[in-house]
């Protein structure tokens, strides 16, 4: 019996052994390799992409494919820097699995709506902006409010609670009253029913309700600036900039300007303030 | 009405099917695998082995008293890292899967055993048999009659435990339920009714299964 009790003392610590032998096997994770250099020897490439944003990256329920603006910016850059019969391999992801997916090498690259903060900044290396993402204001068309600046007193914005677009507001336009509903498409509902003037966040979501219904347009361009940028590992200078210099080689041979208005060209007001 | 009706339109059944196909997939291969590893892990406890048992009791005991999602979040994010092996969801689930199962079926099918009487194995022993002879043709056919219910209830809350792994976006029956309501949430409570009536089906069908099982080994 006594040894019994002794067992049960030397197995966890066994275990923890273990692990830890293990765990300093794994210093040289596939997120530390050269992600360059061993996507062009897989002929593989794996990208961390939103499947739930309108416009950006959206599950198409007919084919199974997700599309977006930051697909085709994706497929766009893994031909140019991988060539063109190179694997494409789009993973999923959300606001809250996108970084530990990163930094775990789950996926190479993020291209996910992903606004470039000092914050993330210290986690990961961002890309050029490849989107000027900000907040804007959404209205009904014909209102007499044509930007942030008309939000003045007697009017009602309508934001989504938790986010800071409804502080970003309340500074740019002091005077307006805020109304806070619990998500898009209940903000949206409000703003159809007249229950406020604007509404207010992300220029891509608003982007994305004005494609659902033309009678709502965007107006007075960004307010915030909060660009758009694809994230990769920190060490992982050489795919960076493969990344940034074919980004910037799209924009001059008209090929992002194809893409952009592939997706955002029919919107009304995606042109102003830009 | 008119809502139900569009909710309901062949695309979006396709794309629920398609889904639902995912987590048969997913339950199915995670059911064969921990059956076997959860049968061996039960045995080994048992038999009362110096240190095996022991340690096999253990590891059992800690992933058993561990949160599955935990589990699953471990072997699609952590794995990477450790052991310098990516997995795609579908994998990464299945694995997790496997390792929670495993850990639950070894106490049902341990416990299982340990039901069956102490006066069978010495009844056996004592006519001549040898310890795996009594295993064999009088403890475990006793056993695994007792076992079937409970084992089949675990599968049964293992096919609805998939459904966990929206979180690490697998495209299984209750994600592609959220991609279909995310683009048009009036489609929410259709989808809801659809998600209820695909999961019964499917759970429905082992619990039959485990009816039949029983009627052919009380026959037997």
């Not at chain 1, 930051?70 to 789009?90: N, P």
């Not at chain 1, 009017?155 to 806070?180: C, E, F, H, M, Y």
């Not at chain 2, 690490?168 to 995310?182: N, S, T």
């Amino acid at each position: 019996m006594r040894l019994k009790k002794k067992n049960w003392l030397l197995i966890p610590m066994l275990l923890v052994l273990g692990l830890t032998v293990l765990a300093g096997c794994g210093q040289k994770s596939v997120a530390s390799e050269d992600v360059l250099a061993r996507d062009k020897a897989n002929k593989t490439v794996v990208w961390g992409v939103k499947s739930d944003t309108r416009l950006f990256g959206l599950m198409d329920i007919k084919t199974n494919q997700i599309q977006g603006f930051d697909i085709d910016i994706a497929k766009e850059l893994s031909h140019r820097i991988y060539g063109k019969d190179v694997k494409i391999d789009l993973v999923p992801v959300t606001s809250n699995t996108r970084l530990p997916l990163l930094k775990n090498g789950n996926v190479d690259a993020l291209i996910a709506t992903m606004t470039i903060t000092p914050e993330r900044q210290k986690q990961v290396d961002f890309s050029d902006v490849y989107f000027d993402a900000g907040q804007a204001i959404l209205v009904k068309k014909g209102s007499p409010i044509k930007s942030v600046k008309d939000l003045k007193a007697g009017t009602k914005v309508i934001g989504v609670q938790g986010s800071n677009s409804v502080d970003n507001v309340k500074k740019a336009a002091p005077d307006t009253r805020v109304l806070q509903l619990a998500d898009y498409a209940q903000a949206f509902t409000a703003l159809k029913s007249g229950q406020g003037d604007a509404l207010t966040t992300d220029n891509g979501i608003l982007y994305g309700m004005s494609s659902d219904d033309p009678n709502y347009v965007v107006v007075g361009g960004t307010f915030t600036n909060e660009p758009y940028g694809i994230a990769v590992n920190k060490g992982q200078k050489p795919f960076l900039k493969a990344i940034n210099k074919n980004l910037k080689a799209m924009r001059q041979d008209g090929t992002y300007h194809k893409i952009e208005q592939k997706w955002f060209g029919k919107i009304q007001g995606f042109h102003q303030g830009r | 009405m008119n809502t139900f009706a569009q909710a309901y339109q062949w695309v979006n059944l396709r794309y629920l099917l398609e889904g639902l196909w995912i987590t048969v997939e997913v339950s199915v291969i995670s059911i064969i695998f921990s059956f076997l590893i959860g049968a061996v892990f039960g045995l080994l406890r048992y038999m009362k082995i110096k240190y095996l048992s022991l340690i096999v009791g253990f590891i059992v005991d800690i992933i058993r008293n561990l949160p599955l999602l935990l589990i699953i979040f471990f072997t699609y994010f952590g794995l990477p890292n450790i052991l310098g092996v990516r997995f795609n969801t579908l994998w990464a689930t299945i694995i997790a899967m496997t390792v929670f199962e495993s850990a639950m079926l070894a106490e049902i099918i341990r416990s299982g055993i340990l039901a069956v009487d102490r006066g069978q194995m010495e009844a056996a022993r004592s006519n001549g048999l040898t310890y795996w002879q009594a295993m064999y043709h009088v403890i475990l056919p006793q056993a695994i009659k007792k076992m079937i219910p409970p084992i089949v209830s675990q599968f049964i809350s293992l096919v609805k435990d998939t459904s966990l792994a929206t979180i690490i976006v697998l495209p299984e029956l209750m994600y592609h339920a959220q991609v279909i309501y995310g683009q048009n949430t009036n489609f929410m409570i259709p989808m809801f009714l659809a998600l209820a009536v695909l999961y019964f089906i499917v759970c429905y069908a082992l619990s039959l299964l485990s009816r039949f099982l029983d009627r052919k080994l009380s026959e037997a």
